[in-house]
Structure formats: structure tokens, C-alpha cells
């Protein structure tokens, strides 16, 4: 069986790209191009199927226009969810178009729980009644422990599906938990900060399961910010098995060079996430809203030609890759 | 507006009862009674829509049994969603029809994210568009901090809504992360538990939004499982503001003894959740599978009858209530 970790880096090679197209389209501003009706004019159950359509749409359309230069997405479930029934079937077909395209599927979820519950949450999302023909990865929030994961890694073992443990965010409130300084038993002076643990004690559970692959990777990655570069060094020397996927690239202010730091010597271990920058890129280039596709197609190009000559000048470029 | 505690604590008052029933349907052990056919003859997608029928079907069977007795119902997200759309269905409906019948819907989602994603699920499960007119309130998850919680406030202020967020869960691995020793800055030597924290910043975050109501409640709570009560009388004093939703009790080890540490001197201030030990009660008891609802409604007396006992031992029975 491929193990997850092989299977990113063999999509990476072949399209010679670590970016991730995050697919998190709000209804509120879908180009109304993709729109049926005008939902202001509509009941809900009506709105709620037109918004829901009209994300589909929305969303192949992307993937089409990035086909051959991205080969990962990442949609976020809150925005499919918050559409109720009608969303979740917007994210299902979503995932089975990009699969069909071969595109690697991350469930952005952030999911957790414990026990029988953590087990339902693996079977929906990696199980083949739910959506394990089309999703490859999760992310998971760690708060709850070992409990948390250990559903799911049958399906890491046995059905090449990856999970990325919430390590340190790239959000600015991140530090209210993860910064904390951590006591470390052994010796009552030093602390390690909470992120730290969470990294060591993901790598901990990576090698207790023997998951690390022939490469060193393993299908158990962390999640950690781009706009926090100096965190994401420190981490990439202390999860040697997990790739990193990054967010925060963008919009949200992290750079090339920062995510470069995220990257081992051979230029791999990590994927580089950007939602809005790609599926928004219209706005930002003043296109018209009908071209958000060719829009995406063009700040898709420009953002991996930023992370490859980051890589390049951090002497990281992986061999045979061309900028 | 009525604030969400009030909420709370007036359907309480009503039934006399803090009990919580988790509506955790698993598809694999439904009673054959609420499915149309038999899951295993059919297709795929057959096969979905008849196990999320049969989840509504057996959700409202047990909630018009506990109806009277038990105020709140909490189901948990993970066992829709591994249904697809036609699970996120099933719970809309259920959702609806607890709403229905007066009862206080908890959503178990444990969600968590940031900024506008976490709008996104702020919008879902309280949008009016979204889960908002049938689900009154969702726990979350901490680890990304108050980031994760903002989005919320609105609807706690705006539309009676509530949180709880996660502190101390009941699952034997949340000591990896949550009874770590977190070091205090002001005091180099004195260390807190990470949960504590967790605990001392949600009281933060609802005093400096203003969240504490006129009996001193508010409409954030925390979850603290009972199988921890040594814990759950800590956290009881360093959260004077949240209502605590204990899980753990009964099928997880949790007895009423323990619980009743969570609750404050006049006995409110915390509501206990049974699943397994209410929906499948008719395994324990005996009876056969038809007899779900029944057996369901027999478990609900006794769990209530239980927790009261419980609660006139540490003579913290509210007024007026009746064993």
C-alpha cells in the first residue's frame, strides 16, 4: 500500500509544486455568474440549494483552471456545512471532481472527539460509505489527546489516508494556549512552550505506530502558520515524519520566504495552503467576476513561482525542479 | 432577550431535571424496527438515505419517550456527518422536532477554527439559514483561541444562543494535553494545569465581553466530564459564570455522586449527559429492540432520579424540586 506521505510527494514531483488551492468559497460573495437565481429573492430551503449549486460550480471551475498546476485541494467543511444538507452535498461532489481530476483531497475539519465518536468521524470522512472515495487527508484538532487519533489510524495503515494534527495556527489568538510555557518534569526550570509538546507528542505517536515511512514521512502531518516563521523551523526540526501543511500564505500575510523555512534540505515535507488569494484572485487582479477561473489559473502560476524561488534561494529547490 | 443560561435554567426548573440525552445513533446498531429494508441489500447511496431515515426515525421515537422528563438533548454531529447530506438531514430533522417539543438542542460539533471560517460555522449552526432556528447552542473547541470563540458572541448577545467550550473532556487521554503543568509568569515556581488556564481565559473572555448575565450565568459554558471530579469541583470555583455539561456520566463511568460536584450550592449551574446509557438502555434492561423508546424512557427516570439523590445528599436540590 502507498503510504499518504508518498502519494503528496509523488503528486508534488509530478506537477513540480507544493501548493495547496484552499477551496473555501463564502456564499455570500459567489460571482452571481455561478448563481441560478438571485437568492435574495428566494425562501430559504430555494437559497440554500441555489447557494449550494452555485458553490459546486463555483468550485469546478476552479479546479479546472488550476488542473496541471496545482495538484492538492483543500476545501474547509464550515463553509459547505453552514449550508446544511444541500452544502454537504456541494463539498461531496467537490471532492469526487477533483479525485477524478487527480487531485489530492485534504477535508480541512478540524475535527475531534473521543472514543466511538472519534471512530464515526474517521468512517465518514475516510470510510467508503462516507467520503473516503473522495477525501485523502483530515485535519484534527489535538486537545483531546491520543483518543483523538487512534481511530484513525487504520485508515492511515490500511487505506493510504493522511490526518494534519493542529500544531501551531497561523492565526493571531493562537498564542492564547499554544504559547504557554510548558513545565518539562525532568528538570523544574526549563519549559517548552505548548506547541512544542503537541509536536514532540504527535511525533511520539507517529513512532509508537510505526507509521514513519521508507522516506521518513509518515501520513500523521501537523498543521503550523506561515506567519509564524520562526515557530515553523523550530517544528520542522522536531517532526522529522510529519509534513507540514502550511497556512496562512497571502491573505493572511505569510511570505515565500517565511513558508521556505517549513521545507527539509531536499526542498520537501511541506504544502503551502492559500484560499482566498487564488479563489478570489478576480478581485485582486480587477477582473471581471465572470474570469475568477483564469483569475485563479493566473495567481496559482504567480504563487508557485514565488515559493519555488523562495525554495531556490534558500538552496532548497528539489532536483529537476524548473522555476 | 432572554439569555441563554436563563434558557437553560428555566427548562430545568419546569421538568425538575439537569439530565442532557446525547443523541449518538450508530448506524451499525440501529434496532431493525426503524430501517425500511435491510442496509446490507443495498447500494451505496441506497443504503445512506435508508440508515438516515432510520436515525431520524429512532431519534424521535426516543425523544417523544423522554419528553416530560428530560429538557435538553444534545446529538452529536459526528454520527450525521458520517451519513453525508442525507445524515446532516436527519439531523435538521431531529433538531426540528426536539425544537418542537420545547426542548433546549445542544449540538455536539466540538468546532474550531478562525476569522471568517469560523464565521462561517458561527453562521451554520446559528444563521437563520443554517441550523440557527432549531439548534440553541454548539461546543467548541479551545486550542485555537479566542479567535475560535468571537465569532459567536454575536449570536450569544443577539439571538439567545450558547456555548461550551472544552476544558477537561472525560476521555482517559485528555491528561496528554490538559493536565499539563503550564508555568505562571508571575511566579516563577507556581504552575497551573492547562485546563485551569483554559478555564480562567473563558472566564475572561465572557467578563470582558460582558457576557455575564443577572443571575451571574452566562452564555458560555465549559465541558468538564464527570469521570474527572476531583477536577470538576476545581474548575467549579474558577468558573463562577459557566454552565458546566458534564459527559461521562453513566456509560463512560461517571456516577451521580461524582457529578454533583459541578453544580453550585443551590443546585444549578450544571447539566449531565447520558448517550448510550438512555438510547440503548434497552440492551441493559433486557428488552427487546421494539422496545427502544420505552426502555429509553425508563432509563431517563432513573438517571434523573439518581442525579437528584445525588444532589439532596450534598444538599444542593433546588428549591422546590421533588425527587
Request: with cysteine; hydrophobic share 40%.
Amino acid at each position: 500500500m502507498v503510504d499518504f506521505s508518498e502519494k503528496i510527494f509523488s503528486k508534488i514531483n509530478e506537477i513540480q509544486n507544493p501548493s495547496v488551492v484552499g477551496l473555501d468559497p463564502r456564499a455570500k460573495t459567489l460571482p452571481s455568474c455561478v448563481l441560478d437565481e438571485d437568492p435574495e429573492k428566494l425562501d430559504d430551503e430555494e437559497k440554500l440549494k441555489v447557494l449550494a449549486l452555485g458553490i459546486e460550480r463555483f468550485n469546478k471551475e476552479i479546479i479546472e483552471n488550476i488542473d496541471g498546476i496545482v495538484g492538492i485541494v483543500k476545501p474547509n467543511a464550515a463553509f459547505y456545512e453552514a449550508l446544511g444538507e444541500y452544502g454537504i452535498k456541494a463539498l461531496k461532489e467537490t471532492c469526487k471532481f477533483a479525485k477524478k481530476k487527480g487531485f489530492i483531497v485534504i477535508a480541512d475539519g478540524k475535527r475531534n472527539d473521543i472514543g466511538s465518536t472519534a471512530e464515526a468521524y474517521a468512517k465518514g470522512w475516510f470510510g467508503e460509505l462516507g467520503f473516503g472515495k473522495c477525501v485523502d487527508a483530515l485535519t484534527v484538532n489535538p486537545y483531546l489527546g491520543f483518543d483523538t487519533i487512534k481511530p484513525f489510524v487504520h485508515y492511515l495503515k490500511k487505506k493510504s489516508k493522511g490526518i494534519f494534527v493542529l500544531v501551531k495556527t497561523s492565526n493571531p489568538s493562537s498564542k492564547d494556549f499554544q504559547d504557554l510555557d510548558v513545565k518539562i518534569e525532568e528538570d523544574g526550570n526549563k519549559t517548552k512552550k505548548l506547541y512544542e509538546i503537541v509536536a514532540e507528542k504527535t511525533n511520539e505517536w507517529i513512532e509508537v505506530e510505526g507509521l514513519e515511512g521508507e522516506g521518513g514521512y509518515s501520513p500523521i502531518g501537523a498543521v503550523v502558520g506561515a506567519t509564524y516563521p520562526e515557530e515553523l523551523a523550530i517544528l520542522r526540526e522536531k517532526m522529522p515524519h510529519s509534513i507540514f501543511l502550511i497556512p496562512g500564505y497571502g491573505f493572511q500575510g505569510g511570505k515565500a520566504e517565511d513558508v521556505a523555512l517549513g521545507f527539509d534540505e531536499n526542498g520537501y515535507g511541506a504544502i503551502v495552503n492559500s484560499s482566498r488569494g487564488i479563489i478570489y484572485a478576480y478581485q485582486k487582479l480587477d477582473l471581471p467576476e465572470e474570469k475568477f477561473g483564469e483569475a485563479a489559473k493566473i495567481a496559482a502560476v504567480n504563487m508557485r513561482k514565488d515559493i519555488l524561488s523562495a525554495l531556490e534561494k534558500h538552496n532548497r529547490l528539489p532536483k529537476g525542479w524548473k522555476i
